[in-house]
């Protein structure tokens, strides 16, 4: 692959759509689409992300036999999905405070510890730039409502048998499917 350019197509709120242009092996031209958090990439070495977008917080209950993940609508899908909870950083912040203020936000919980931090990992490498670290710990507190009206959010402490039954039929976000796999099988 011979990269041969970046295009900006479209800038949103919170993405922007970039063309890639690039050459193949057999030297036939292409178009790559993809979105990225960064509003101003203009070559190759600016599509690798040198700072995390955004926060994954897993944690378990104070016992650690309970996983915390979210139920919540997503636009995209168009339907219900379990996920961790998420969110961006915000400018200024460490990943620590964004996992403590992110979790406090979608379900009133306190991350009152923190076990492990996982380094930096792509979203959605298929089709975004954009990068995570997941916050590993446990939380403590009572659930309440999302303070955004923008999210319809319904978190849950499942234990591993409850795990293995939603896995069986219940939409996931590909990184929450794998490690609520593992985990209850640990």
């Not at 041969?4 to 949103?12: A, N, V, Y």
């Not at 139920?71 to 405070?97: C, M, T």
Request: contains cysteine; negative net charge.
């Amino acid at each position: 692959m011979d990269f041969r350019g970046i295009e900006k197509k479209e800038q949103g709120k919170f993405i922007t759509r970039y063309d890639i242009h690039y050459e193949t092996v057999d030297k036939k031209q292409k178009t790559y689409e993809m979105i990225s958090r960064d509003k101003d990439i203009n070559s190759f070495e600016e599509l690798h992300g040198k700072v995390a977008d955004a926060v994954v917080i897993i944690t378990t209950n104070e016992t650690g036999d309970r996983i915390l993940i979210n139920k919540e609508f997503r636009l995209a899908p168009g339907e219900w999905v379990y996920n961790f909870p998420a969110g961006l950083i915000d400018s200024g912040e460490e990943p620590e405070e964004s996992a403590k203020r992110e979790l406090w936000e979608e379900t009133g919980l306190e991350l009152y510890e923190i076990d492990d931090y996982i380094g930096t990992s792509y979203s959605a490498v298929g089709f975004s730039n954009e990068t995570n670290v997941c916050i590993v710990g446990k939380a403590r507190g009572e659930f309440r409502k999302s303070t955004s009206t923008l999210e319809e959010i319904e978190p849950v402490w499942v234990s591993k048998e409850e795990v293995k039954e939603l896995l069986k039929n219940a939409k996931f976000a590909a990184r929450t499917q794998a490690f609520c796999y593992m985990w209850s099988r640990s």
